[in-house]
């Protein structure tokens, strides 16, 4: 239970799933929390749709178990949850309000007028409520998608890429969407390949390779487990030898510098001011999410 007394928006423990003799998920376990977004990544087969598809109650996991809000999934709990698939589809032949109405009502969610209009103000589409989707151009029909995703108000969405070719103004509209969308307590799994989209957006990741969990955790604690005793440098000067420092990389607009392990980032940043160059930034370094993906995955490979 979280602080509110609520169960977590989705627990899921042990699940197995073979076709064949192939295992495509093997005993992956993992919580999402309300109120969070939750990134889940992976190598293309490693088992994330199925396991998204086991969530969603679409194939049966053939061990383990899976709870959504708190209770096994059913048809109540289905409508309470939001799914984006990698694979869109809408009804071109409806209207974007007809679209809206329609698919709200399929999760048992009456949508008023009032709702529609203020969804399609905020994506600034209201204009174009009574043109079919097969006038709208391939982004506006994406952003009318995740409209339907998120119109019966559920407390669980699941965005499996989002962000897919859509141009920067809009996947910038609803990355602050998503943001609103975790302010009113919503749970939000973000499947996606882009690293630095998981950075932005998400507090907690799960990454899956070859069917098993091989990192998982707040993105913070991860990020340090990984990181390479290094410290990053801008300065005005030259920086000359320094006691403790192993070897540096020159970049374009700073200097790592890789320490030996028994000397602090502190005592290094006190020796750089004893040589008088003027220092404009200066942090411990920690690696990009893309670098611990690309190392885990080449590990599993091995």
Do not use: W
């Amino acid at each position: 239970m979280n602080d509110a007394g609520l169960p977590p928006a989705a627990e899921v423990n042990n699940i197995v799933k073979s076709y064949g003799s192939k295992r495509v998920v093997n005993d992956v376990s993992f919580c999402v929390e309300r109120g969070g977004i939750f990134g889940l990544i992976g190598p293309n087969g490693a088992g994330k749709t199925t396991t998204i598809r086991m969530m969603m109650d679409i194939i049966l996991p053939d061990s383990g178990s899976i709870s959504i809000l708190g209770e096994k999934i059913n048809p109540e709990s289905k409508n309470k949850i939001g799914y984006l698939p990698e694979e869109r589809g809408l009804y071109k032949k409806l209207s974007v309000q007809q679209t809206l109405t329609y698919l709200a009502a399929l999760k048992g969610y009456p949508v008023k007028e009032s709702r529609i209009e203020e969804l399609l103000q905020r994506v600034d589409l209201l204009l174009h409520r009574d043109k079919k989707i097969e006038e709208l151009s391939r982004g506006m029909s994406q952003i009318i998608q995740f409209l339907v995703t998120i119109i019966h108000d559920p407390q669980l969405i699941i965005l499996d890429e989002p962000f897919a070719n859509l141009d920067p103004v809009n996947t910038e509209l609803l990355k602050e969407i998503v943001f609103e969308l975790r302010k009113q307590g919503k749970a939000i799994i973000l499947s996606t390949h882009r690293m630095n989209e998981v950075e932005e957006l998400c507090d907690r990741i799960l990454m899956i390779d070859n069917g098993s969990n091989v990192l998982y955790g707040k993105l913070s604690d991860i990020k340090k487990k990984y990181r390479d005793n290094s410290v990053l440098v801008e300065c005005e000067g030259e920086l000359g030898e320094l006691d403790g420092v192993l070897r540096r990389r020159r970049d374009e607009n700073h200097t790592k510098l890789f320490l030996d392990g028994k000397t602090s980032p502190q005592k290094i940043l006190s020796r750089i001011l004893d040589t008088g160059v003027i220092i404009n930034r200066f942090e411990v370094s920690t690696p990009a999410l893309n670098d611990i993906f690309l190392q885990v995955a080449a590990k599993g490979n091995e």
